[in-house]
Each structure stands twice: as C-alpha cells, then as structure tokens.
C-alpha cells in the first residue's frame, strides 16, 4: 500500500526554495540599455542634480514678480533664452527674457509668465493677466546629486531612463543564472519533429525557456530524456555544472514517473515533492552541493502555473533578489464553486465591464491543467485558499496578473 504524503502549503514550499537557493557569485558591469529586466546588484548614487538649474516649464517670458503687481505692465525684451543656452543678463527693473520650455532662468526672474497672457511686439511685451504658478522648475526637484537607486531591484524601462538622467551610463548586475531544463516522457517529441496520434510536440519547455529568459535567466536546453532511469541520470549529470536544473514531467507516482527515483539516486536530498495546490500537487525541490532541482508537473498547464509561483522566485533568488508576486483585487464577473484541500490558481480573464468600465475577472470554464488554448486566453490567476465557500458574482477575489 502506497505510503500517504501529506501535502506542503504553497507558501512554505515558496519559502525553502528561497532559503535554499543562493546568489551566484558571478558578476558583469553592463549598459544601461541593456539592463531591463535584470537585478541591480549595488546601489547606485546620481552624479547630477536634476534639474541641474531652475529651468522654465513652459514657453512665455521670464519676469520678476515685483514688476507685475499691477497689470496691465509693459515690459523690455533684453534677450531670447532656448533650452540648452546660457542666459546672457541678469533681469532688472521692468525687463522680461523671451523663454523657453526646458531653458534655464536668468537670475533676477522668479517667474515665468506664460505667453498666452502676453502681447509681444518688437522688443517689448504688454502683460494682460498673470498665472497663478510660477512654472519654474527648482534645481535638484526631482533629484539631488544625493539620491541613491537602491539594490537590489528588477530594472524596468522607467529605472533605465532614471539612470540615463543620473548620467550613469553602466550599472552592476549579476550574470545571468544559467538554468538547465529537461523534458522527460516516451510520449513527447521536439518541436518541428513529424508528430503522430501517440506523440505530442513539448509544448512546455519552449514556453518556459522564454520564461528563463524574461526573469533573467540562460536557459540551456538539455533535450527530452526517455522514460528510463539510465537516461535521465546521465542528462542530469552532465547538467550539474549549471546554477539550477528544471525537469518537466515524471514528477508524479506512475510507474514510468522516474524523475524523483532519479534524483534519489544521484544523491540529492528532496527538501519536498507535492504540494497542496491545483493545479501542479506533483511539484518537487532537492539540492545537491550547490546546484537546485526543481521538477515541474508534466501537464502542461501545471507545469507552466507553477513556473509563475515557484520558478520566478528561484531564478530571483540566484540574483540575490527575493520575488514575492504582487496580488490584486478584482470583482468576480460571475460565481465560484466552493473549493478544495489544497490552493487553486484558477485561470481567468480581466477585462472591461461595457456598461461600468469596471475591470471584471471572468473565470474560465476549462480549468483542465492538460489545456492549453484557455491558458493562452487568460490573463490572471485567481488565487482560492483551501476549503474556500461558493464565491457569488460580484464578489472581490484576489488576483495574480499573467504579464507575458
């Protein structure tokens, strides 16, 4: 009789990863415009103060205030200031500058009226109206030569360009962790190979290699092992050199479901094999010396489910990082069952409500973890604790977002 496992919570088999997993030690300096998406290993302080100057944030004319506490006034143009130039005069008594969005203000003004409200002729200007603002942008506003981007942190496209504005043209990260996968079952083939009705093209490990390289990684493909202890082995031995090795499928209790048998063998210690969750109960971590395995389900929904909860958090963790996923709340677009022992993670659908504009999740019907055109449809995850009672329409659930 087959011996009971009890099931792992989701949020502790999250966190042995973690604790399990330490950074790689190598390290490169890189451009900044090709550093989305990676983690910023060292802190890095601007080397200018932003603004740099007081700058206008519009087009009109640079004034003082104290000339225009009664209006209508007329004032003398002493020069034109662009973004870029260096004003030529300081203002005094009754003198404006003609100015422009991002150039610097001449000392002496403290204002900026907007053109709008002027009358320009020649070299003079009749001012009709004042503006409530000022439209001077303050030197160091935005940022000082004191301010720091913290480490470590997943660069996006928006630290990219604060970067730039810190003048900071090459950044320290880690190297990218190179992560092996490895697909195993006697039923699949390459993608591109002649399929027949007994065989499936791989569909998981393509989708999870580009997953690799959008959290950061280098994925190494290590092909499809048969279902056979031999092959598997000799596989996973030559991945050993790499920071983290991913099997798919042969992670569950059949007979021909040898991943577990095989790790055993080369001497990994299991830190856990399933987990309370649906999809992706057949999850499986062990380490060996410094490399981790993580077997992933072989249903291909699965597999990918817990890519998202489980692989992003390793891969994270390689760089020094730890990932934890943001959760959102949304109304349900129709009802939910009552559900079970272990967490779901239900695909669904955001969209647009036509007559609100409210952002509505749909569940999706097909929640078969071997399906893979609902998974492609859908956009979040609704996240169901266990034992969870029937959910009516309308009601706020919590969401994670799918974003590629």
């Known amino acids: 009789m087959e011996k009971k496992i009890k099931l792992l919570e989701v949020d502790k088999a999250s966190n042995i990863i973690f604790k399990n997993i330490k950074p790689i030690k190598r390290q490169e300096k890189i451009k900044i415009e090709n550093s989305i998406?990676?983690?910023?290993?060292?802190?890095?302080?601007?080397?200018?103060?932003?603004?740099?100057l007081n700058l206008s944030s519009m087009d009109g004319f640079a004034v003082r205030k104290q000339d225009i506490d009664k209006l209508p006034k007329k004032l003398d143009i002493i020069e034109e200031i662009k973004a870029g130039s260096q004003p030529q005069f300081d203002l005094k008594k009754n003198q404006a500058s003609r100015i422009y969005t991002g150039a610097p203000i001449p000392k002496g003004s403290n204002k900026v009226i907007i053109q709008e409200n002027c009358i320009e002729k020649k070299s003079k200007i009749l001012i009709n109206k004042n503006n409530k603002e000022d439209f001077i942008r303050k030197k160091a506003s935005d940022f000082s030569t004191n301010f720091k981007l913290k480490a470590p942190r997943i660069i996006t496209s928006r630290d990219?360009?604060?970067?730039?504005?810190?003048?900071?043209?090459?950044?320290?990260?880690?190297?990218?962790?190179?992560?092996?996968?490895?697909?195993?079952?006697?039923?699949?083939?390459?993608?591109?190979?002649?399929?027949?009705?007994?065989?499936?093209?791989?569909?998981?490990?393509?989708?999870?290699?580009s997953l690799i390289q959008d959290w950061g990684g280098e994925a190494i493909d290590l092909g499809i092992a048969e279902d056979n202890i031999k092959d598997i082995e000799k596989r996973i031995k030559k991945s050993m050199k790499y920071?983290?090795?991913i099997t798919i499928g042969g992670a569950s209790v059949g007979k021909y479901d040898l991943i577990h048998q095989s790790l055993k063998d080369l001497g990994f210690k299991l830190n856990f094999w399933k987990i309370a969750m649906q999809p992706g109960?057949?999850?499986?971590?062990?380490?060996?010396?410094?490399?981790?395995?993580?077997?992933?389900?072989?249903n291909p929904v699965s597999a990918l489910v817990c890519s998202e909860i489980f692989l992003k958090k390793a891969i994270y963790a390689l760089q020094g990082y730890n990932f934890n996923e943001k959760t959102y709340t949304f109304r349900l677009a129709s009802s939910l069952n009552s559900s079970s022992s272990r967490r779901q993670y239900i695909r669904g659908i955001l969209f647009s409500d036509k007559r609100t504009g409210e952002i509505l999740i749909k569940p999706l019907k097909n929640q078969d973890s071997a399906a893979l055109f609902p998974y492609s449809q859908s956009n979040a995850l609704i996240i169901r604790e266990p034992y969870s009672p029937t959910v009516k329409k309308g009601s706020r659930v919590n969401v994670i977002l799918l974003k590629n």
């Open 243 to 245: 920071d983290l090795i």
């Open 37 to 52: 998406g990676r983690i910023l290993l060292k802190t890095v302080k601007s080397k200018r103060n932003q603004p740099s």
């Open 281 to 298: 109960k057949p999850l499986m971590f062990g380490t060996k010396n410094k490399v981790s395995v993580l077997g992933l389900p072989g």
């Open 160 to 209: 990219i360009a604060l970067l730039g504005a810190m003048n900071q043209k090459n950044i320290n990260i880690y190297c990218k962790p190179r992560i092996a996968i490895l697909a195993n079952g006697n039923e699949l083939i390459e993608i591109g190979e002649k399929p027949n009705d007994f065989k499936q093209p791989s569909s998981s490990k393509p989708s999870i290699m």
